[in-house]
């Protein structure tokens, strides 16, 4: 008898499955357009209006339209940044989604840019870190900052994006939530 309820653990042991099954990551495949965030009404500074007198943000870093495609490897970002009628084509950054550093570079201001960043999941939620090197125009020396981008997917039709800034010359780090709907 006590073989018979040692095998029957063994065989219970070896079919149950260990944890949790693996999930799939979200996909943010789609077209998505930046929902304007609801603002109490300006106050008026000097001679402009409320509306002008507003503060902003610096909003997710990747502009009002984007379009996401994604598979097993990488997420690309596509977006137009300068004026469409502008002879510059839309930025397209990718990122490596197995944690591999993905480098993209971004011609704009004082030349062509680079952006090392690395993208890893957090349960739903994929966490993209990406530096951005400067020069420091007080003294010329290289300097970087750090931009977290936290993507998840709301509902289906909502992707939201929690973007944090360091703290770089001074100045104070900043966090920003953008929503997007889906097209």
Request: charged letters at 15%.
């Amino acid at each position: 008898m006590k073989r018979g309820v040692s095998l029957s653990l063994v065989l219970a042991t070896l079919l149950v499955p260990d944890g949790a099954p693996a999930q799939t990551p979200p996909d943010f495949t789609g077209k998505w357009m930046l929902v304007p965030p609801a603002s109490a009404p300006g106050v008026a500074m000097g001679s402009a209006p409320a509306t002008l007198s507003a503060p902003g943000t610096m909003g997710s870093g990747w502009g009002s339209d984007i379009t996401v495609t994604q598979d097993a490897t990488a997420l690309t970002v596509e977006f137009t940044y300068f004026h469409p009628r502008d002879v510059q084509p839309p930025f397209k950054l990718k990122y490596l989604l197995n944690g591999a550093e993905s480098r993209n570079t971004l011609n704009m201001g004082r030349g062509p840019q680079e952006q090392v960043a690395t993208a890893s999941w957090v349960g739903d939620t994929l966490v993209i870190t990406t530096a951005h090197s400067f020069l420091n125009p007080q003294n010329g020396q290289t300097m970087t900052s750090e931009t977290r981008q936290a993507v998840s997917l709301e509902s289906p039709t909502s992707l939201v994006i929690e973007t944090t800034r360091n703290a770089v010359m001074g100045g104070k780090p900043s966090s920003t939530r953008s929503i997007y709907r889906k097209q």
